[in-house]
């Protein structure tokens, strides 16, 4: 069973950025990709991001260009947000992509207010 950590949420102010951290709890992060979602209060959860292990990421639309995905290696991944803007508040979370089926972190909060 492999679980998986997030952390660097927090509140900040429209236009701030904040670095998001998934870590696993052994090497998956090579193999599979890796995701993040979001589910703001009253909402679906949402993709936001992927990262393939060769390294191709892809952006819902309204993130690109302001959010970037990363590995660090192959247990920590990070999702890094700029320009953040209230709409961005949400719980976010990391997810496995493996084949075996999804797992999912518990999230970290953030919030964008002013």
């Known amino acids: 069973q492999v679980h998986l950590v997030e952390s660097g949420g927090g509140s900040v102010q429209p236009g701030g950025s904040l670095r998001l951290s998934c870590a696993a709890s052994e090497s998956m992060f090579d193999r599979w990709s890796v995701s993040w979602y979001r589910q703001a209060p009253g909402n679906q959860r949402e993709w936001v991001a992927t990262e393939t292990p060769n390294g191709n990421p892809n952006y819902l639309d309204s993130v690109k260009g302001r959010f970037t995905i990363s590995r660090d290696n192959d247990v920590t991944v990070h999702l890094q947000m700029n320009s953040l803007k209230p709409e961005d508040t949400a719980t976010y979370y990391c997810?496995?992509?493996?084949?075996?089926?999804?797992?999912w972190g518990q999230g970290t909060q953030v919030i964008v207010s002013s």
């Open positions: 997810k496995l992509n493996s084949p075996l089926g999804g797992y």
